[in-house]
């Protein structure tokens, strides 16, 4: 069987995209390598989303938080609950391991061959909805290795009345200190002065309703900042530093985690000749913002690591892109 279209990826522009497609009558499927909604269910445990609604929902209205803004519970369970409902065809723990565009068939039909860890399917058209997070930026430093380290916060139980060091300047590592802190763990942030005085929220700061409450921490002395200069080295029991100033200091430690920030691995697009471009957040494939398709016809992105990062943007990629492989498909 030759797919009019496969997507890659079954978060919020796969499932936007998988909706489309049914609904145009093309021959679709989603291929995800985890589960249904994989970058919200590794968001932790218990967060409140801090978007509004409207730019959460496939379709407005759908969604109903039990206060203004959904927890990452009900957000996950109102994509599992879409994809159910409307019956979309989702496989899930099913991996991609390779896309490549054979030579043109007789009559110079265009096709892509996906090999995944299961088996191979055949595409007229296929569309990139992969997210970043799978694959996170490295301090790369001595004892980055050691089981204590993580690069990933989702739950603060396990560390209770133990020492831990967050290693970031954005939400992620805002919200781990925060939630680290407040639980009654020994809870230091090391940030660059910069990052943490930043208040531009188009620079990726740390945003007013995580950074307000991790000022009520400071001041009740639940929470040490430490302004950071580079992390030296990761031991058994402790952490040394250079502060800002370039002197080391050497703390105890139990646990680190280390959330510098994501960056999308492009490998398989860049296989198939699609080029890229440095955009805001890093690296990202060249594509047309109407249409969402690359350089290389047949091959289309939406998502995480286009410059739609947010899930709203990413849901209208995932609309656009089957609506412009619908005119494709039509003509």
Sequence with gaps: MIYELIIIGAGPAGIM????????????????????GNTIYNYPVGLTVFSTTNELEFNEG??????????????LSYYVRFVLDNDLNIKTEE??????????????????VIKTDRTEYVTKH??????????????????????????????????VKKKALIVGGGNSAGEAALFLAQEGAD???????????????????????VKEPLEQELAEHCLRLFFLGKVIEIRENEVELENENGDRVVIENDVVFVLIGSDADLTMMKNL???????????????????????????????????????????????????SIQRKVAK
């Design 126 to 159: 296929i569309l990139f909805a992969i997210g970043a997070m799978d694959h996170p930026r490295k301090l790369n430093v001595p004892g980055e290795d050691l089981p204590k380290v993580h690069d990933m916060f989702r739950e603060t139980y396990p560390w």
């Design 187 to 209: 809870t230091t942030l090391a940030i660059f002065r910069g990052d943490w005085e930043n208040t531009d929220p188009k620079q990726g700061c740390i945003k007013y309703w």
């Design 273 to 323: 000749g699609v080029a890229t471009e440095q955009g805001k957040y890093g690296e990202v494939p060249v594509y047309d913002p109407e249409t969402f398709e690359t350089n290389i016809p047949g091959v289309f992105v939406a998502g995480h690591f286009t410059n739609q990062r947010h899930i709203k943007g990413a849901i209208d990629g995932g609309r656009s892109a089957v609506k």
């Design 62 to 75: 759908d969604l109903k938080p039990a206060r203004e803004k959904p927890t990452r519970e009900e957000l």
């Design 17 to 36: 995209a998988a909706y489309e497609a049914k609904q145009a009558g093309l021959d679709y499927v989603v291929i995800e390598k985890g589960l249904i």
């Design 95 to 112: 991996t991609v391991l390779s896309v490549s565009e054979p030579p043109a068939v007789a009559g110079g039909l265009r096709h892509f």
